[in-house]
C-alpha cells in the first residue's frame, strides 16, 4: 500500500493520540487530519522551462483501507482549478488533453510534468482520499514558477574611453541575453552598493548612474543577475577615471629632511625623487628658482644635484606635477642646503643645539676631562714623561714655550694637557689644566718651567 516513512507515527498509540488532539481542535489544516497526512518538502517549487518537474508528495495513515484514490488539480490565479489527473489503487486517470505531460506512478502520489512550460506555472493541488471505514481525505498546494535560467551577464560603461574625476559622470549597463524575473545587483569589491550621493539606479537596477565619479569609485565592479532558478555575474570592469595629482611629495635618496628643507652634505650627490597619485601618470617638471625668475630644469620624475657644482648654499626647487588628462597640476617647493663636511659640520650641529644643551655637554664634558686627568695624574709617575722629555731636543719645548694658541680657535680644538719639565735649577714640577685658559697660574711658575703642551682631539 502506499504508506511512506511519514506514516510510522501514526501507526502506534501516539498517532491515535494525535488524531484525537485533531479533532478536539476540529483543525481543518487540509493535510494534517483525521488519520491521514499529505505533506510536501516545499510548497513553491521553482521549475526550469523545457526541464522536467517533479512535484514530490508524501502521505501516511493508520486506518485500514480498501481504496486509495490521489487527485491532481491545477489552477491558474483567478480561474477554476482543472483536473489533470487522478488515480484509484493504481490505475491512472488521466485527462486526455494533459495526458502525455503529467505523470503519476501509485500509490507514489508524486507528479511528474515532462516538459514545463511557461503555460504550466500556478498552483498545484494535490488530494488524497482513503475509503476504509469512513472516507479520509487531505489535500496540499504546490506552487511552481517557470523561469529561462539567466544568461551572464555583461557589464558596458558609457563613456567608455574613461571620465574626469568631478566633471564626468559614468553609465555602467548590465545586459542579460536571456532570463526571465531578473533581479539585477551590482558589486563593487564583492560587495553591494547601494545608492548614495553620487550613485543612483535605474528602476530594474539594471543600470547604475554615478555623478560625478570621483577617485572613491574606482574598482571592481561586477553585476549580479538573479531569478528563481539561477544566479550568475558578470566579468568585473574596472572603470577608467582620470583623477589627481593628489600627495605630491619630494623624497631624496641621502641627506636630512625636516620639513621642506634637505640638508645635504657638500661633496655629495643627491637623487630627489618626485611623485604624486594621479591617472593617468603625472608629467613632472623641475623649478628652480631664484631670488626673481623661476625656470624649469628638467622633466621627469628625479632630478640629481651634485653639490659640489653648486655656488650656492641654498638652493630653491619646485616639482610640479601635471595631469595632462584632468587638466590639473601640483606643485612644492623644497630647499638644499649644503653643508660643509668635516669639523664645519660638527659646528653646524652645535650650533643647532639648543644654548641649555650647550652648556650641558661642555660642563659635562669638563667635569669628566678634569677626572680623567686628575685619575691619570695620581696613577702615572711623572718621572716617566720626565725621562722621557729628556730624550728630547731642547729646542722643541721652546718652542713650546712660545706657544700663543690664539690664531685660529679651530686649531686649538682639544683637550691640553701641560706637563712641567724641570728647568735649570733641576727642580721638577708639575702642573695639569684641562683647557687651553691658564688661569691661576702666576707668572712666577710660569718663568720657571717648561711646559710640554698636549694636545688631544676628542675623537668625532
Ligand atoms: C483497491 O484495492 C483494494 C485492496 O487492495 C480493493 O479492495 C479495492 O476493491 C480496490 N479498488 C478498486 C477500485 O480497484
Ligand atoms: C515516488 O517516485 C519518485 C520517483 O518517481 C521517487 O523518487 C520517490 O521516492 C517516490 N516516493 C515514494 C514515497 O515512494
Ligand atoms: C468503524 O467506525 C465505527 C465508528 O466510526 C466503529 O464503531 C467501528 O468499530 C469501526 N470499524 C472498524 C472495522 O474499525
Ligand atoms: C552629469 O550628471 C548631472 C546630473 O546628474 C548633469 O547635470 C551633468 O550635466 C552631467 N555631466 C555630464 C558631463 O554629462
Ligand atoms: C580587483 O580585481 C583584480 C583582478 O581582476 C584583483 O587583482 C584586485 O585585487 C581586485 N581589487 C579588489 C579591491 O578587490
Ligand atoms: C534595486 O536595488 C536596491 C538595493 O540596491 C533594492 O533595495 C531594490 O529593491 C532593487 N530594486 C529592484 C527593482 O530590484
Ligand atoms: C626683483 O624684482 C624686484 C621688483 O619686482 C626688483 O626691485 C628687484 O631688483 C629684483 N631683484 C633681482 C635680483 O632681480
Ligand atoms: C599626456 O601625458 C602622457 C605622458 O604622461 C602622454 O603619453 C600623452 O600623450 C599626453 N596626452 C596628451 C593629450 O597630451
Ligand atoms: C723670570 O724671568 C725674568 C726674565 O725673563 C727674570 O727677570 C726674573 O727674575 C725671573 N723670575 C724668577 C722668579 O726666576
Redesign the pocket.
Known sequence: MGQDALMEPFSSTTGVLQCKICLLLLAGHSGSCLGLKVSVPSHTVHGIRGQALYLPVHYGFHTPASDIQIIWLFQRPQTIPKYLLGSVNKSVVPDLEYQHKFTMMPPNASLLINPLEFTDEGNYIVKVNIQGNGTLSASQNIQVTVDDPVTKPVVQSQPTSGAVEYVENMTLTCLVERGTRL????LKDGR????TATNS?S???NTLHISPVTKEDIGNYSCLVKNPVSEVESDIIIPTIYYGPYGLRVNSDKGLKVGEVFTVDSGEAVLFDCSADSYPPNTYSWIRRTDNSTYVIKYGPHLEVASEKVAQKTIDYMCCAYNNVTGRQDETHFTVIITSTGLEKLLQKGKSLSPLASITGISLFLIISMSFLFLWKKYQPYKVITQKLRGRPEEEYRKAQTFSGHEDALDDFGIYEFVAFPDASGVPRMSSRSTPVSNGLSGQELNSTIYEVIQHIPAQ
Not at 553591494?192 to 545608492?195: E, F, G, I, Q, V
Request: proline share 17%.
Open positions: 533581479l539585477y545587483q551590482w553591494p552598493l547601494h545608492t539606479f528602476p530594474q537596477n
